[in-house]
């Protein structure tokens, strides 16, 4: 909505409200009467029972259709036991329970209980001393979601509620609480740092409380042992820092809210069927739907107050109430209602009372020099709750996306590694992003991934970055891009894309990179933003090779928590302005548990590049890397792309194209031009035989990335020194091409020849052996 909008809204709001101003002075002005608000009913001076029945069970009133013995209440659901053996005073508890006691109950649809919460506790070496899962059952009474709110408290605890409704699972809510140091917690506040709070469902008749922790307190234990989960009234629970320390909240009652009504129908559906309400409903009294679970409620009509459920509304003499009488002169009571007359003698010419009731001129004065202070400080306070109201929503929209996009979940990943020795991450305005991406102008797209769009930037200080920006907020986007600021944060390496910040205050989560000047490896090696002519050395592409393939070496070997990428392909490679290879793009990637060798996850990644064991049993291992990387092998040796559905069938899937090729002895027909004119053969075939390995289907047969790399180590060695001779190279491969001479072999071409060598090479073959 833009500013002119938000004026005229506003001067609308407030002539709306200057209107219905001036219509109350108008009335007062002809009745000399002063209109407080209509306050609620007084409460009744006796709870209404039936007679005979005992009214109270020790100091709690027990009002129908509630009972303590049979004849005294509606059925079974609102039997009340009172227990007059075990305490003194008695008290009093649901139906035949004592686990569920009662502290108050309104005709007007709550009930008051209190309920233990869900705890757990540990000893100095992390084993549970005690456990507790609170599981309620309340059947025809509903938890009110209104008037509760479910908590948790801990430093290192995880809390959830689990909800039924008619024996069925509904739903399941909960929170999470961690802070590495009681300097963190602040008295009062409850908001996530050692005490954390959320809403809870509609129509929950049955529920279960637990709660767990993350590392059973051991690093917390010093000043926090247990976990503590309930549900509790809002603003009935105060959270204090001394409960972290103490098991106070185990052995605590803590107020509960149920909602309760009456059958299970509506009230359309009880007069459709003309059926008679047994002692509900009659008389002054209204029938309506309760919003919270099923059935109906009853109530006093407007101006009658008493016991509905036992046909006992009766007037209310208003006149009598202060509260409720609005007469400045002589109040008449009505039934149901009350007006108001001027008093006998007031005008002094002989009218009947209530004839002609106009009030002197002061009066009159009075009443619009009121109105006139009413408006000016109307208008002021307009004024500052507008400005208030919108710096409260700005608050609280900035929270929202916090949430939304992660910012909890991101501060629970990241809270063990603080301390570290890597730089720290900047958090980075909306304003400072906007600016340097001239608000995200489509000229400053650079690509689009799987999990959003990137941007080119220009900071303030000059430097030039990429901007991640995701797709869209859902949990699974959210979960990405969480993952991906944690495996970056861990991971320190010259050819891995550097991670220098991120922001949290827009509707879609950010993350700043450092910029890589070359674009994509698929870019360069299929010329899809270049000009028609290509020309890779040899050399380039093994030092790519051998680059990308030590950070999938050190990402499954070296790094503290060993990763899988699980996306490797040709455009999650990126090549700075000297060609070298930065990895990127890990919003797929997971961190494997040094105790587990494979992970069950659900399939992912990009077709042409996906692990064919991984794709059919959905377990995730580092060899599943190997695979993809084999794929960008055979890219570097043939400048083909993965899948090419302009082509052939044989030819659509580059890895099955390419081990068809060395089975039937014709991989110089699939090699890329350029590099047969320049490679050494012996590097060719150790090159080619390795992306084999990498390409088996077994992932047991295929070798490490470790492996790999030092592979490939080694062959840029050889190419790098200088006893290679390298006409005996061009002899060598002269002599395989039956004699052509290397001056007729062009590289143009988007991947195929254009000469006179196209038409040989079917006919020359470049053995392959399957081992070194």
């Known amino acids: 909505m833009t500013m002119s909008k938000q004026k005229v809204r506003l001067q609308l709001i407030i002539l709306l409200i200057v209107i219905e101003v001036l219509l109350a002075a108008a009335t007062s002005a002809q009745t000399q009467l002063t209109s407080p608000p209509l306050p609620s009913p007084p409460p009744l001076g006796q709870v209404e029972v039936k007679p005979g029945c005992p009214d109270k069970c020790g100091n709690v009133s027990i009002p129908y259709p509630f009972g303590t013995k049979e004849g005294c209440y509606f059925n079974q659901a609102f039997l009340i036991t009172c227990n007059d053996t075990h305490y003194d005073p008695p008290k009093p508890f ?72 008619d024996g069925n699972y509904g739903y399941t809510g909960g929170c999470t609480t961690v802070c590495g140091s009681i300097d963190y917690i602040a008295n009062g ?25 993350f590392n059973n307190h051991t690093d917390v234990y010093s000043f926090n042992p247990c976990s503590f989960s309930f549900v509790v009234q809002e603003g009935k629970f105060n959270f204090f820092t001394n409960m972290l320390w103490s098991d106070y909240l185990k052995n605590t009652q803590l107020p509960v809210v149920l909602d309760w009504s009456v059958g299970n129908e509506t009230c359309s559906n009880i007069v459709e069927k003309k059926q008679k309400m047994n002692y509900t409903c009659q008389g002054n009294t209204m029938c309506y739907d309760v919003e919270n679970g099923s059935g109906y409620r009853c109530k006093c009509k407007d101006g009658y107050q008493g016991n509905p459920y036992l046909n006992d509304c009766y007037d209310i003499d208003e006149c009598e109430v202060p509260e409720l009488n609005t007469c400045k002169q002589k109040c008449i009571n009505k039934e149901g209602n009350h007006t108001c007359s001027c008093h006998k ?79 720290t991450a900047k958090i980075f305005t909306t304003g400072e992003l906007e600016k340097a991406t001239k608000n995200y102008h489509e000229t400053r797209i650079i690509g689009k991934g799987g999990f959003g769009t990137v941007y080119k930037g220009i900071l303030a200080d000059g430097r030039v970055v990429a901007i991640k920006k995701s797709k869209a907020v859902d949990q699974g986007q959210i979960e990405q891009f969480i993952n991906e600021v944690v495996v970056l944060s861990q991971i320190n390496h010259r050819n891995v894309v550097k991670l220098l910040g991120c922001c949290f205050e827009t509707e879609v989560p950010l993350l700043v990179y450092e910029f890589v000047t070359h674009g994509t490896l698929f870019e360069y090696i299929h010329n899809t933003t270049k000009s028609s002519k290509f020309n890779a050395p040899w050399e380039i592409r093994l030092r790519i090779a051998t680059e990308t393939a030590g950070v999938l070496s050190y990402l499954h070997s070296a790094a503290s928590v060993p990763i899988i990428h699980r996306d490797v392909k040709s455009t999650n490679i990126l090549l700075d302005e000297n060609f070298t290879a930065k990895v990127s793009d890990f919003g797929a990637s997971r961190l494997v548990p040094l105790d587990e060798a494979q992970l069950s996850t659900m399939v992912q990644g990009t077709l042409g590049y996906l692990d064919p064991e991984y794709l059919q049993t959905s ?103 200088p006893w290679v001779n390298h006409n005996s190279n061009l002899e060598e491969t002269e002599s395989l091409l039956g004699g052509i001479s290397m001056e007729t072999i062009s590289c143009e071409g988007g991947g195929e020849s254009s000469s006179g060598f196209h038409n040989m090479r079917n006919h020359v073959v470049l053995p392959v052996s399957d081992g070194r």
């Open 345 to 423: 003698g007031y005008h002094g010419d002989g009218r009947k009372d209530g004839e002609g009731c106009n009030p002197d001129r002061t009066f009159v004065i009075q009443i619009v020099v009121g109105i006139g202070v009413g408006l000016v400080s109307l208008l002021t306070c307009i004024s500052w709750l507008y400005l208030g109201y919108k710096r409260w929503k700005f608050m609280k929209l900035k929270e929202k996306f916090f949430r939304q996009n992660g910012g909890i979940l991101l501060q629970q990943q990241l809270s063990e590694r603080q301390g570290s020795s890597h730089e």
């Open 619 to 721: 377990q995730l291992t580092e060899k599943s890397d190997v695979y993809s990387f084999g794929v960008v092998l055979v890219e570097l040796l043939t400048r083909k792309k993965a899948l090419s559905f302009d082509k052939p069938e044989e030819e659509r899937n580059l890895a099955k194209y390419f081990l068809s090729a060395l089975k039937d002895d014709r991989l110089l027909q699939v090699l890329d031009d350029c590099i047969v004119t320049e490679a050494n053969v012996e590097q060719l075939k150790e090159f080619s035989n390795l992306a084999k390995r990498c390409l088996r289907v077994k992932g047991e047969e295929r070798p490490t990335m470790k492996e790999v790399a030092m592979e490939l180590e080694g062959l840029r060695r050889m190419v790098m020194h």
């Open 189 to 213: 506040s409850c908001t996530g740092i050692g005490c954390c709070q959320t809403p809870i469902a509609q129509g929950l008749a049955s529920f279960e409380l637990s709660v767990r922790s």
């Open 94 to 165: 649901l139906r035949k329970s004592y686990s569920i006691e009662v502290t108050n109950i309104s005709v007007d649809g709550k009930l008051y209980i209190t309920l233990n919460p869900a705890v757990k506790c540990y000893d100095k070496s992390s084993q549970l001393i005690d456990g507790i899962t609170n599981s309620v059952t309340l059947s025809n009474f509903f938890i009110s979601n209104t008037d509760n709110m479910f908590v948790a408290v801990g430093c290192d605890t995880y809390g959830y509620i689990m909800g039924y409704k």
